[in-house]
């Protein structure tokens, strides 16, 4: 497992998460992970407390992440480590940055050129994005 830089901001959290349910029932520990089913709104009034939030792409074709990213990065203020895990692909990384991620896990022999190359693919967009950009 690689942690890939996404953000620029050179603040990846080695915490290891626990859990989302495991959490809900404790309130302990600074790192969670939560699932593509759990609504973003369920952690509002402890944001604040949270410094890493693994959002999990269990499948390619499940983007319900890249929807929790943007609402804790647009909707909820969070301004904590938002890291992507699971099945991710290098030419998702532009849409990793833009909806607010930090940094994403990548398996082990992944190719960190494809991400980096990806990131600089493109120089303009025409939709807003999450973040200001790196």
Request: glycine share 8%; net charge negative; hydrophobic share 35%.
């Amino acid at each position: 497992m690689k942690l890939f830089d996404l953000s620029g901001r050179k603040t990846l959290e080695a915490a290891s998460p626990v859990p989302f349910e495991e959490w809900k029932e404790t309130r302990q520990g600074t790192a969670i992970s939560l699932a593509p089913d759990v609504e973003v709104e369920e952690l509002r009034s402890h944001l604040g407390s949270l410094t890493l939030i693994v959002l999990e792409f269990p499948v390619f074709r499940d983007g319900r992440a890249f929807t929790q990213a943007r609402s804790l990065r647009e909707y909820e203020g969070y301004e904590g480590e938002i890291r992507a895990s699971g099945h991710l692909l290098p030419d998702q990384a532009i849409h990793f940055r833009r909806c607010g991620f930090d940094s994403a896990v990548l398996l082990d022999g992944a190719n960190v050129k494809d991400w980096e190359d990806q990131l600089g693919r493109y120089q303009f967009y025409y939709q807003n994005t999450a973040v200001s950009p790196a």
